[in-house]
């Protein structure tokens, strides 16, 4: 079982900038994907960005331009920057780890069965 402990949530006004880390450990298996969800209250968790052992990345059509997913496995921690922050990006970010299903890694919440407890993102207008 994957271990992922979240950190770098906060508050900011639109337009700014923030780094979501996730500390990762018991990864041992090179089919495993990694990515950032966020939920809003009373919705569903929505998949915002997935990363592959091979750096391969996926990303919601919200996110692309915006948001960058990378890993660094010396450090085993997984990061999302999230630059040009809207109020609508505001929500609970989650970080997730799961099996790729047919070598892929997808932006679905279903496909992950390691979760953090999730880091709070408020945006201001």
């Known amino acids: 079982q994957v271990q992922l402990v979240e950190s770098g949530g906060g508050s900011v006004q639109a337009g700014g900038s923030l780094r979501l880390s996730c500390a990762y450990s018991g990864y041992s298996d090179d089919r495993y994907c990694m990515g950032w969800f966020r939920q809003t209250p009373g919705n569903g968790r929505e998949g915002v960005a997935v990363?592959?052992?091979?750096?391969?990345?996926v990303s919601a059509d919200s996110a692309k331009g915006r948001f960058t997913i990378s890993k660094d496995n010396a450090k085993t921690t997984l990061y999302l920057q999230m630059d040009s922050l809207k109020p609508e990006d505001a929500a609970m970010y989650y970080c997730a780890a799961g099996r790729a299903l047919s070598g892929r890694c997808y932006l679905v919440s279903t496909l992950y069965n390691s979760w953090g407890q999730g880091t709070q993102v408020t945006v201001s207008s």
């Open positions: 990363i592959d052992n091979n750096g391969g990345r």
